[in-house]
């Protein structure tokens, strides 16, 4: 089992920028992040292998987002740039013991999210 810790929420102008992070207690698993907004399902967001050599990411956030990770530290990134209003949600971090991709039902283990909330 792993745990899963995200930090690095907050508030933010539109066009701006956040770093999330997620903090495992263990590196041997992909990951990915989700994110939530209100009255809204949970959907994917960046996932990346175990090495970190391949990513993959949902349309609207290609070019804006970018997820990486540092196995020595065992922590899950997700650099966010040219936020929208409609970026804001609660973002979760979660961990697969396979290759999960943007599956929701693929993943494992969840953290308790982080908020996001960009303001125009």
């Known amino acids: 089992q792993v745990q899963l810790v995200e930090s690095g929420g907050g508030l933010v102008q539109a066009g701006g920028s956040l770093r999330l992070s997620c903090a495992a207690s263990?590196?041997?698993?992909?990951m990915g992040w989700f994110r939530q907004a209100p009255g809204k399902e949970r959907e994917f967001v960046a996932a990346v292998t175990r090495s970190g050599a391949s990513t993959v990411y949902a349309d609207f956030v290609k070019g804006r987002f970018t997820i990486s990770r540092d196995n020595a530290k065992n922590t899950l990134y997700l650099q966010m740039n040219s936020l929208k209003p409609e970026d804001t949600a609660v973002y979760y971090c979660?961990?697969?013991?396979?290759?999960?991709?943007?599956?929701?039902?693929?993943?494992?283990?969840w953290g308790q999210g982080t908020q996001v909330t960009v303001s125009s």
């Open positions: 263990s590196s041997s698993y992909s």
């Open positions: 979660a961990a697969s013991q396979r290759w999960a991709g943007g599956s929701l039902t693929g993943y494992d283990y």
